[in-house]
C-alpha cells in the first residue's frame, strides 16, 4: 500500500461521487510505518458542514474496504479557508 495507490483509488471510486457536490479528496501523506492516512478535502468539501459525515461514513468505510490494514485517517483540510466556508 502507497500513497500513489491509495490516491488511485480515490481519483477512480471516491472522488466521482464527490465531484457531484463540486468537491473532491486528495491525498496529503501517507506514513508507512503507522499506516495513517491524511487527507485534504478540496473544492465544495472544504469547509462543508457535512464534510465530516462525509468523510467518516462514506470515504473512511470506502477506505478501509479496499485498504484494510489502514491506521488512522486524519483530515489535515483547513476547513476556514477558501472563499465562502461554512465552519468561518
Do not use: W
Not at 6 to 28: K, M
Request: aromatic share 8%; hydrophobic share 35%; charged share 25%.
Amino acid at each position: 500500500m502507497t500513497k500513489e495507490e491509495i490516491q488511485a483509488f480515490v481519483n477512480e471510486d471516491i472522488n466521482p461521487g464527490l465531484e457531484s457536490h463540486g468537491g473532491y479528496l486528495s491525498i496529503e501523506k501517507f506514513d508507512a510505518a503507522s499506516k495513517s492516512l491524511y487527507v485534504q478535502m478540496g473544492g465544495g468539501c472544504q469547509g462543508c458542514a457535512s464534510s465530516t459525515a462525509t468523510l467518516k461514513m462514506m470515504i473512511e468505510t470506502m477506505l478501509r474496504e479496499q485498504f484494510p490494514d489502514l491506521g488512522e485517517i486524519v483530515d489535515a483540510t483547513d476547513h476556514q479557508a477558501g472563499e465562502d466556508p461554512y465552519y468561518a
